[in-house]
């Protein structure tokens, strides 16, 4: 069973960057597609990217597809997900989850981490 645990989140003003990092254990993190999905206060939890095992495969959320970027070491057993020119309507609670499918329907995924707050001030 795959523990996921990110971290990175904070308090940002609009424009700033952050990168936020999930680390996986207790699985094979190589074989694993990885996503990450956000949920803002009072709205269903969304999809925002996923990369699959060899980061051959990587979809972004129309909303955040040229600010948004995904990459993962396999050899440290973590994926990262770099945000750029963050706004407001990015404030949420960022999560990361494993899937052995590479798939955008959280659905798939089959291990979640706690989550990460990200709050983007005006």
């Known amino acids: 069973q795959a523990h996921l645990e990110e971290s990175g989140g904070g308090s940002v003003q609009a424009g700033d960057s952050l990168t936020l990092s999930c680390v996986v254990s207790?699985?094979?993190?190589?074989?694993?597609?990885m996503g990450w999905f956000r949920q803002a206060s009072g709205t269903e939890r969304e999809f925002v990217s996923t990369?699959?095992?060899?980061?051959?495969?990587?979809k972004y959320a129309d909303s955040v597809k040229g600010r948004f970027t995904t990459y993962r070491d396999n050899d440290k057993n973590t994926v990262y997900l770099q945000m750029n020119n963050l706004q407001p309507e990015d404030t949420a609670v960022y999560y990361c989850?494993?899937?052995?499918?590479?798939?955008?329907?959280?659905?798939?995924?089959?291990?979640w981490g706690q989550g990460t707050k990200v709050t983007v001030a005006t």
């Open positions: 207790g699985g094979m993190f190589s074989r694993y597609a």
């Open positions: 990369i699959s095992w060899s980061s051959a495969s990587i």
């Open positions: 989850a494993s899937s052995l499918l590479w798939i955008n329907s959280e659905k798939g995924y089959a291990y």
